[in-house]
Protein backbone atom coordinates (compact mmCIF):
# COMPACT_ATOMS: atom_id res chain seq x y z
CA UNK A 1 0.00 0.00 0.00
CA UNK A 2 1.40 3.59 -0.78
CA UNK A 3 0.18 7.11 0.00
CA UNK A 4 2.45 8.93 -2.38
CA UNK A 5 2.61 7.59 -5.54
CA UNK A 6 -0.59 8.43 -6.94
CA UNK A 7 -1.99 11.84 -5.60
CA UNK A 8 -5.07 11.54 -3.14
CA UNK A 9 -5.86 8.01 -3.61
CA UNK A 10 -4.36 4.58 -1.47
CA UNK A 11 -2.52 2.56 -4.11
CA UNK A 12 -0.69 -0.30 -5.16
CA UNK A 13 2.48 -0.24 -6.77
CA UNK A 14 3.13 -2.77 -9.93
CA UNK A 15 7.00 -2.67 -10.73
CA UNK A 16 7.87 -3.75 -14.11
CA UNK A 17 11.30 -4.78 -14.96
CA UNK A 18 13.52 -3.98 -17.96
CA UNK A 19 14.81 -0.51 -18.82
CA UNK A 20 17.11 0.16 -21.44
CA UNK A 21 18.09 3.79 -19.78
CA UNK A 22 21.09 4.13 -17.47
CA UNK A 23 20.08 7.35 -15.14
CA UNK A 24 22.83 7.74 -12.49
CA UNK A 25 20.33 8.94 -10.47
CA UNK A 26 18.13 5.55 -10.52
CA UNK A 27 16.66 3.60 -7.57
CA UNK A 28 15.83 0.43 -9.21
CA UNK A 29 18.78 -0.18 -11.54
CA UNK A 30 17.84 -3.87 -10.04
CA UNK A 31 14.63 -4.12 -12.44
CA UNK A 32 17.11 -2.78 -15.78
CA UNK A 33 17.16 -6.24 -17.09
CA UNK A 34 14.13 -7.65 -18.85
CA UNK A 35 14.26 -11.20 -16.71
CA UNK A 36 14.51 -8.92 -13.34
CA UNK A 37 13.37 -10.75 -10.15
CA UNK A 38 11.06 -11.83 -8.36
CA UNK A 39 8.24 -12.34 -10.90
CA UNK A 40 4.79 -12.78 -10.31
CA UNK A 41 2.44 -14.50 -12.14
CA UNK A 42 -0.42 -12.28 -13.42
CA UNK A 43 -3.00 -14.48 -12.06
CA UNK A 44 -1.66 -14.14 -8.42
CA UNK A 45 -1.43 -10.45 -8.97
CA UNK A 46 -4.95 -10.10 -10.26
CA UNK A 47 -6.04 -12.53 -6.85
CA UNK A 48 -4.22 -9.52 -4.94
CA UNK A 49 -6.21 -6.98 -6.51
CA UNK A 50 -9.95 -8.90 -6.22
CA UNK A 51 -8.77 -9.18 -2.33
CA UNK A 52 -8.09 -5.44 -2.11
CA UNK A 53 -11.30 -4.08 -3.73
CA UNK A 54 -12.99 -1.51 -2.05
CA UNK A 55 -9.30 -0.94 0.42
CA UNK A 56 -7.16 0.60 -2.17
CA UNK A 57 -8.17 2.99 -4.70
CA UNK A 58 -5.54 2.60 -7.26
CA UNK A 59 -3.25 0.79 -9.14
CA UNK A 60 0.03 2.27 -10.39
CA UNK A 61 2.56 0.52 -13.27
CA UNK A 62 5.81 1.90 -12.54
CA UNK A 63 9.48 -0.27 -13.30
CA UNK A 64 11.67 -0.25 -14.82
CA UNK A 65 9.83 1.32 -17.53
CA UNK A 66 6.21 0.10 -18.04
CA UNK A 67 5.78 1.19 -21.36
CA UNK A 68 8.40 -1.64 -22.88
CA UNK A 69 5.82 -4.49 -21.33
CA UNK A 70 3.87 -5.56 -24.72
CA UNK A 71 1.16 -6.66 -22.71
CA UNK A 72 0.27 -3.37 -20.52
CA UNK A 73 -2.84 -2.25 -22.21
CA UNK A 74 -4.32 -5.88 -21.52
CA UNK A 75 -3.12 -5.58 -17.81
CA UNK A 76 -4.51 -1.65 -17.60
CA UNK A 77 -7.87 -2.90 -19.09
CA UNK A 78 -8.24 -5.71 -16.38
CA UNK A 79 -6.99 -4.00 -13.48
CA UNK A 80 -9.72 -0.98 -14.87
CA UNK A 81 -12.56 -3.56 -15.06
CA UNK A 82 -11.73 -4.40 -11.47
CA UNK A 83 -12.64 -0.91 -10.64
CA UNK A 84 -9.18 0.62 -9.50
CA UNK A 85 -7.98 3.61 -11.08
CA UNK A 86 -4.73 3.49 -13.23
CA UNK A 87 -1.47 5.35 -12.50
CA UNK A 88 1.35 5.10 -14.70
CA UNK A 89 4.88 5.84 -13.56
CA UNK A 90 7.02 6.69 -17.24
CA UNK A 91 9.95 8.73 -18.64
CA UNK A 92 8.22 8.12 -22.32
CA UNK A 93 10.69 5.69 -23.67
CA UNK A 94 8.38 4.27 -25.87
CA UNK A 95 5.88 6.86 -27.21
CA UNK A 96 4.27 4.68 -29.12
CA UNK A 97 3.69 2.47 -26.87
CA UNK A 98 2.62 5.28 -24.00
CA UNK A 99 0.01 7.05 -26.57
CA UNK A 100 -1.46 3.31 -26.62
CA UNK A 101 -1.60 2.93 -22.68
CA UNK A 102 -2.75 6.83 -22.24
CA UNK A 103 -6.66 5.84 -23.44
CA UNK A 104 -6.62 3.29 -20.17
CA UNK A 105 -4.67 5.64 -17.89
CA UNK A 106 -6.20 8.13 -15.54
CA UNK A 107 -2.85 10.25 -13.66
CA UNK A 108 0.81 10.16 -15.15
CA UNK A 109 4.08 10.80 -12.86
CA UNK A 110 5.81 11.71 -15.86
CA UNK A 111 9.76 11.82 -15.65
CA UNK A 112 11.01 14.94 -17.80
CA UNK A 113 14.93 13.90 -17.42
CA UNK A 114 16.45 17.47 -18.60
CA UNK A 115 16.63 19.76 -20.94
CA UNK A 116 16.37 18.21 -24.54
CA UNK A 117 20.00 18.21 -25.68
CA UNK A 118 21.15 17.12 -22.33
CA UNK A 119 19.09 14.15 -21.56
CA UNK A 120 21.67 11.77 -22.39
CA UNK A 121 24.10 13.54 -19.81
CA UNK A 122 21.73 11.70 -17.49
CA UNK A 123 20.17 8.53 -19.16
CA UNK A 124 23.68 7.66 -20.71
CA UNK A 125 21.37 6.89 -23.94
CA UNK A 126 22.27 9.82 -26.92
CA UNK A 127 18.36 9.84 -28.56
CA UNK A 128 16.87 9.77 -25.15
CA UNK A 129 16.01 13.90 -25.10
CA UNK A 130 14.05 13.63 -28.58
CA UNK A 131 11.89 10.94 -27.05
CA UNK A 132 11.47 12.08 -23.37
CA UNK A 133 10.21 15.48 -25.52
CA UNK A 134 8.07 13.67 -27.96
CA UNK A 135 6.45 11.58 -24.97
CA UNK A 136 5.63 14.69 -22.79
CA UNK A 137 4.06 16.31 -26.03
CA UNK A 138 1.55 13.11 -26.35
CA UNK A 139 0.72 13.66 -22.66
CA UNK A 140 0.35 17.31 -22.99
CA UNK A 141 -2.05 16.40 -26.03
CA UNK A 142 -4.10 14.25 -23.89
CA UNK A 143 -5.72 16.65 -21.12
CA UNK A 144 -4.80 13.33 -18.46
CA UNK A 145 -4.21 14.20 -14.98
CA UNK A 146 -0.52 14.34 -14.55
CA UNK A 147 2.85 15.44 -12.75
CA UNK A 148 6.00 16.06 -14.20
CA UNK A 149 9.26 15.57 -12.66
CA UNK A 150 12.66 15.92 -12.56
CA UNK A 151 15.04 14.56 -10.60
CA UNK A 152 18.40 16.70 -9.46
CA UNK A 153 22.05 15.21 -9.33
CA UNK A 154 23.73 18.52 -8.57
CA UNK A 155 27.18 17.34 -10.38
CA UNK A 156 25.42 16.83 -13.31
CA UNK A 157 22.60 19.53 -13.36
CA UNK A 158 22.87 23.08 -12.27
CA UNK A 159 20.72 25.67 -11.47
CA UNK A 160 20.91 28.09 -14.97
CA UNK A 161 20.08 24.43 -16.63
CA UNK A 162 17.39 23.96 -14.04
CA UNK A 163 15.84 27.09 -14.53
CA UNK A 164 15.79 26.84 -18.39
CA UNK A 165 14.46 23.39 -18.15
CA UNK A 166 11.10 24.87 -16.28
CA UNK A 167 10.96 28.37 -19.13
CA UNK A 168 10.62 25.27 -21.75
CA UNK A 169 7.98 23.53 -19.73
CA UNK A 170 6.21 26.98 -18.91
CA UNK A 171 6.41 27.39 -22.74
CA UNK A 172 4.85 23.65 -23.30
CA UNK A 173 1.94 24.30 -20.89
CA UNK A 174 2.90 21.98 -18.11
CA UNK A 175 0.49 23.26 -15.02
CA UNK A 176 1.88 20.35 -12.44
CA UNK A 177 5.61 19.92 -11.93
CA UNK A 178 8.12 18.92 -9.42
CA UNK A 179 11.60 18.78 -8.72
CA UNK A 180 13.38 16.02 -6.65
CA UNK A 181 16.43 16.06 -5.11
CA UNK A 182 17.57 12.63 -5.66
CA UNK A 183 18.67 10.99 -2.70
CA UNK A 184 21.36 8.40 -2.09
CA UNK A 185 19.42 5.30 -0.89
CA UNK A 186 19.17 3.03 -3.94
CA UNK A 187 21.52 4.36 -6.04
CA UNK A 188 24.59 2.84 -7.13
CA UNK A 189 27.30 3.72 -4.84
CA UNK A 190 29.39 4.48 -7.98
CA UNK A 191 26.94 7.38 -8.82
CA UNK A 192 26.62 8.85 -5.88
CA UNK A 193 29.45 11.44 -6.50
CA UNK A 194 27.00 12.96 -8.74
CA UNK A 195 25.02 14.37 -5.93
CA UNK A 196 26.64 17.05 -5.40
CA UNK A 197 25.55 20.59 -3.74
CA UNK A 198 23.98 23.73 -4.43
CA UNK A 199 23.98 27.19 -4.00
CA UNK A 200 21.41 27.60 -1.39
CA UNK A 201 20.60 30.96 -1.75
CA UNK A 202 20.34 30.60 -5.23
CA UNK A 203 18.50 27.89 -5.16
CA UNK A 204 15.61 29.80 -3.16
CA UNK A 205 15.36 32.48 -6.23
CA UNK A 206 15.01 29.64 -8.31
CA UNK A 207 12.05 28.18 -6.50
CA UNK A 208 10.12 31.39 -6.41
CA UNK A 209 11.08 31.65 -10.12
CA UNK A 210 9.30 28.44 -10.76
CA UNK A 211 6.29 29.07 -8.69
CA UNK A 212 5.77 32.21 -10.90
CA UNK A 213 6.17 30.05 -14.06
CA UNK A 214 4.10 26.92 -13.36
CA UNK A 215 0.98 27.24 -10.60
CA UNK A 216 1.53 23.43 -8.91
CA UNK A 217 5.03 23.39 -8.28
CA UNK A 218 6.77 21.79 -5.90
CA UNK A 219 10.35 20.49 -4.63
CA UNK A 220 10.94 17.26 -2.54
CA UNK A 221 13.58 14.86 -1.68
CA UNK A 222 13.21 11.97 -4.58
S1 LIG B 1 14.29 5.74 -16.90
FE1 LIG B 1 13.60 5.32 -14.78
S2 LIG B 1 13.93 3.10 -14.49
FE2 LIG B 1 15.07 3.71 -16.33
S3 LIG B 1 17.15 4.09 -15.56
FE3 LIG B 1 16.05 6.06 -15.59
S4 LIG B 1 15.19 6.27 -13.49
FE4 LIG B 1 15.77 4.09 -13.77
Known sequence: ?????????????????GCPWRCHYCHNPHLWAPDASP???????????????????????????????????????RVKALGYHIGLHTAGIRPSALARALE????????IKALPESCATITGISNSGSVNWRSLEILLSRGIAYECRTTVLWNLFDLEHLRQLVHKLHAYGVQCYAIQIARPQGMKKSDRHHLGTPATSAMDDLWIECRSLIPDFKVRLS
Do not use: N
Not at 10 to 15: D, P
Not at 39 to 67: M, N
Open 39 to 77: LYPWEAIESFLLKRQGLLDAVVFSGGEATLQHGLAEAMF
Open 104 to 111: LVDWVGFD
Open 1 to 17: MSTVDYPDHLACVLFCQ
